[in-house]
Each structure stands twice: as structure tokens, then as C-alpha cells.
């Protein structure tokens, strides 16, 4: 579920920096989008009380890039790298 978002068209995502270093096209636009997503409690949520599913709010960067030849678009979309957590997340994607 969408809680909120915020354009941020003047703050470049760290990965849309690199990827310009790289010599790729600026995205045009940005957006975080705040989404509430439910999940399994773990095991050590479970020790402290919480039962069945929880509830979280995730950050999502979405870089909006213009689209080949000048048609439409195409979006990077990633959850947002705000803590450990998350950082742990995408090296567990490249497993």
C-alpha cells in the first residue's frame, strides 16, 4: 500500500550519480515512494511478541529515464538504501 510519496526531481539518486559517471543519460525526474508491506514476523519477533505478519514502511527510489528514440520512458525502481537492513538485502539478491 502506498503510504506517501515526494518528487524529488533535483536530487539525484546515488546510482543515477554513478551511472552518469559512467557516461549513461540523467534520469528526468525521481520519486521515493513510502509503501507499507506485510511480511512473516521472524523468529526473534515472534520471542518478543509479535505474531503472524508485520507491518513495514519501505522507501522506493524511482528514477524515471527518457525512453529510446525519444518515446516514453523507463524507470529504475530499488528499494532505498537506508540502513543496514537494506544493505544486506541486495547482497542476499546476488547470492
Not at 19 to 34: C, K, Q, T
Not at 44 to 70: A, P, S
Not at 83 to 91: H, K, T, Y
Request: glycine share 10%.
Amino acid at each position: 500500500r502506498l503510504v506517501r510519496f515526494l518528487g524529488r526531481p533535483q536530487d539525484p539518486s546515488p546510482k543515477s550519480i554513478l551511472n552518469r559517471l559512467m557516461g549513461y543519460s540523467a534520469p528526468f525526474d525521481r520519486h521515493d515512494w513510502i509503501v507499507e508491506r506485510v511480511r512473516p514476523a521472524l523468529f526473534h519477533e515472534e520471542i518478543m511478541g509479535c505474531k503472524g505478519l508485520v507491518k513495514e514502511e519501505v522507501r522506493y527510489v524511482i528514477d524515471f529515464y527518457q525512453g529510446t528514440g525519444g518515446m516514453g520512458c523507463y524507470l529504475d525502481v530499488r528499494p532505498a538504501v537506508d540502513g543496514v537492513q537494506e544493505i544486506w538485502d541486495r547482497i542476499k539478491k546476488f547470492r
